[in-house]
């Protein structure tokens, strides 16, 4: 077979898993991109005709070709004509403050019609407007089941092609839908990022998820508009994990260098929004409802990686690089003052920008690892954290930066430090792969492994990055083949176990305090297995000032010292604590609630691999879906052992079907099904339906898909069951509702249609249903209902 890729011939053995041409271990699509195919320009010829667009279907389209060892993976596509996209100045808007609106062409009366099915709904459940509400909804998740019409919104050409740009082909509908109103009277909500099912919410800086806002009506300044703070994707709150309110939201806007927009927009306007971007909704106090439907897409398939070119190749990068540069008018101006506070965001955009086209960042030299690493324990906040560890991960002495990243990556007790060098180990992933040509060492990649045995905080952070990156193309087949080895034995090592293991010597040495944890001493009085809580008794002679998050807090401020002090599973990085075991600790008072709270809990007392897995990392399910990422053609020995794994762990969930629901201590056990039921679709997704029907591992994974269906079908709330957002789990059935979605989504693209029928037989009021994308979208789950929305 014969391609034509940026003007060159190159010759492929048809139906084979190799290469004709092995003259070099790269890239065989090296120089630009010709126009339709892989090989398309990177970067924009010119800034104001250019559109982001990419091919339009995955599974028939896409083909993964392995190289013999040493060489790297890729893709190649037949020739097509891309979509309109988005342009450069609307790339580069949506990169830089995290956000770009459209306003798609809709039919006339699309918009009215929306709105009047909503009222409908929402008054048929006893929801009318006037009840100074704001997103309290009784459909919830099944709104696309209920107004159909939203498929022809999102599925419009201008907001299609725009999720092609950030997310590429194929990408998923999660099933998280949610329709939000605003009645006249509410009160503005508090600025926070968005999380769907009160597990953790992977955070990422390049699109792995993209949120969708769609507002059918002309909404004006006094309808309680969205309000956004452009450019703050990047950031969390600092100690807690995952922080995702932000009370002090003034004095953070202001330590982002942004400020908070609100989205004035005409109707049918459609925002896409990074995901983890801050908002949050504003006052209504007009006399209107506001309607805003929120929907969620993920990526399921990382951008292709492209050989890397000098920078004289591919001159168009600077005018995209300059409008990057374009700061919010806050930090715009810190930096035009010469603020000695301004930390400039330019390396974050300009590794977002080049990650979706495929490219590396240029290295960055002279970089003076030691001082770098410095600067991330001296970071008092996100901003130069994140600057010094992109720093780290760009430099040109690539050995000593990994070291020092690294070391970051292992600190146990601080959360904002390990986060941030989880992102710097991203960067340097998709930098070393990329670089293989050049030097054939991975010691991130390397080094990241390691990490995986370690206590689960780190486990989960080594295992995201391993996930995320997305340049495993780049890799050869047996790098490959060792990653998912090694993932696979750090999940059968039981990182997520419930068994108690032997302590250390550390550990059971008592009045020994271990590194990192608190200067107090106590004994763990009470816990709460099934709620993720308990109290610390503390010393009589440790009773001395209390600290809060903004300074002193003076005994007399509080009527008394309780003995028992407070304390989440997330102070002692996850798991659960032990009654009438030792720990060290740390006491804050909370700041909103002004309760006193155990921190920096650490000790023979802390037992990292039990509890419900609340408020902190959970390592197995971040294992499952690191493990997913990996295999880059179905013949492959990684995607052998990725989809064993995937299936062993879907068929543990099939036989806990039952427990999940209305079991709040389950809520680990639904994060690992959802987590491998996301991996099987990325999976399948990647290897394309031509090929995993064949694979000799798909029968077995199969067969594990539909048996989640069946379990799931059967599945029903108890009278009375828990509702959302009960003791902080995302409700009654710990997110089986997504598990079942993916399960489905995953068959789909498998392209095994026989075994899709069979799933949607199984389900109530889908036998009849059409194994299509759309039909499957529009399916009404029997597990959402108005109690559990979500």
Avoid at 83 to 106: C, H, I, K, N, Y
Wanted: charged share 20%; glycine share 8%; hydrophobic share 40%.
């Amino acid at each position: 077979q014969f391609e034509d890729i940026g003007g060159r011939q190159r010759r492929w053995k048809k139906n084979s898993c190799e290469s004709a041409d092995k003259s070099t271990g790269s890239l065989a699509m090296q120089g630009p991109r010709a126009k339709g195919g892989v090989a398309t320009s990177a970067f924009p010829e010119t800034s104001q005709s250019t559109s982001f667009g990419m091919d339009a279907e995955i599974c028939s389209r896409r083909t993964y070709m392995v190289l013999e060892d040493g060489e790297s993976a890729m893709a190649t596509r037949s020739e097509m004509q891309p979509p309109t996209g988005l342009t450069t100045e609307q790339f580069a808007t949506w990169v830089r403050d995290g956000f770009v609106m459209l306003e798609p062409s809709l039919k006339l009366g699309l918009n009215e019609q929306i709105i009047a099915d909503a009222n409908a709904l929402y008054a048929a459940a006893g929801c009318g407007i006037g009840e100074a509400a704001q997103s309290s909804s009784p459909i919830g998740n099944n709104i696309m089941h209920s107004i159909p019409l939203l498929w022809e919104v999102f599925k419009a050409p201008k907001v299609d092609a725009a999720l092609r740009c950030l997310l590429g082909d194929g990408y998923l509908w999660h099933p998280h839908r949610r329709p939000h109103h605003n009645d006249p009277g509410s009160r503005a909500q508090t600025l926070h990022k968005d999380s769907h099912y009160g597990f953790e919410f992977h955070r990422s800086h390049v699109p792995w998820w993209v949120m969708a806002m769609y507002y059918p009506q002309n909404t004006s300044s006094d309808m309680g508009p969205t309000s956004v703070c452009p450019s703050t994707q990047f950031y969390a709150g600092e100690e807690s994990f995952d922080a995702r309110h932000a009370d002090n939201a003034t004095s953070l806007v202001d330590q982002w260098q942004t400020s908070q927009v609100n989205l004035v927009c005409k109707a049918g306007t459609v925002v896409l929004l990074h995901n983890d971007i801050w908002h949050k909704g504003t006052a209504n106090v007009s006399q209107s409802r506001r309607w805003m439907f929120c929907f969620m897409f993920l990526r399921v398939v990382p951008p292709t990686c492209s050989r890397p070119l000098p920078d004289q190749s591919v001159p168009e990068r600077g005018s995209l690089f300059a409008l990057l540069a374009l700061d919010t008018n806050q930090g715009q101006a810190a930096r035009d003052d010469g603020s000695a506070g301004f930390v400039s965001r330019e390396l974050l955009l300009q590794f977002v920008a080049s990650w979706l086209h495929g490219y590396r960042v240029p290295r960055l030299p002279n970089i003076n690892v030691l001082e770098e690493r410095r600067f991330m324990d001296a970071g008092s906040n996100d901003q130069s954290r994140l600057l010094a560890a992109y720093r780290l991960a760009l430099a040109e002495d690539t050995v000593s930066a990994t070291a020092a990243l690294v070391d970051a990556l292992a600190n146990t007790y601080s959360e904002a430090l390990r986060r941030a060098a989880k992102f710097g180990a991203v960067v340097a992933c998709w930098q070393q792969l990329q670089g293989r040509g050049d030097c054939n060492e991975t010691p991130m990649i390397d080094a990241l492994l390691d990490l995986v045995r370690r206590p689960a905080p780190i486990a989960a952070c080594a295992a995201r990055a391993l996930g995320e990156h997305g340049a495993w193309d780049c890799a050869s087949s047996s790098l490959r083949e060792r990653v998912t080895t090694q993932l696979a034995e750090a999940l059968r090592g039981g990182s997520a176990g419930s068994s108690r293991p032997e302590r250390s010597t550390e550990q059971r040495t008592a009045g020994k305090r271990p590194d990192g944890a608190g200067a107090k001493r106590g004994v763990v009085s009470k816990w709460f297995r099934d709620r993720g809580y308990g109290f610390i008794r503390q010393s009589q002679s440790d009773k001395s000032a209390i600290s809060s998050c903004d300074g002193p807090f003076r005994l007399q401020e509080s009527s008394s010292i309780p003995d028992d002090i407070w304390c989440g599973a997330s102070a002692a990085g996850g798991g659960e604590l032990l009654p009438g075991h030792e720990v060290w600790f740390d006491v804050q008072a909370d700041t909103r609630t002004r309760r006193l709270q155990a921190i920096r809990v650490g000790g023979p007392g802390v037992f990292a691999l039990g509890g419900r897995a609340v408020g902190v990392r959970n390592a197995r399910a971040s294992l499952l879906e690191a493990l997913a990422a990996v295999p880059c053609c179905a013949n492959e020995p990684s995607a052998h052992v990725a989809a064993e794994v995937l299936q062993a762990e879907i068929l543990l969930g099939r036989r806990d079907v039952a427990a999940l629901l209305d079991d709040p201590s389950k809520q680990a056990a639904g994060e690992c099904l959802h987590a491998a039921t996301l991996g099987a679709v990325r999976l399948v997704s990647r290897l394309g339906c031509g090929h995993v029907c064949r694979a000799p591992w798909w029968p077995s994974l199969r067969s594990s898909l539909v048996a989640l269906v069946g379990g799931a079908a059967i599945a029903r709330h108890t009278s009375g069951a828990r509702r959302a957002r009960s003791g902080g789990t995302p409700g009654a059935d710990n997110g089986l509702r997504y598990s079942l979605q993916f399960a489905l989504e995953a068959l789909l693209r498998a392209g095994d249609v026989d075994a899709l029928r069979q799933a949607l037989a199984e389900l109530p009021g889908t036998a009849s249903c059409a194994p299509t994308a759309k039909m499957i979208c529009l399916r009404k789950c029997h597990l959402t209902n108005k109690d559990h929305t979500f």
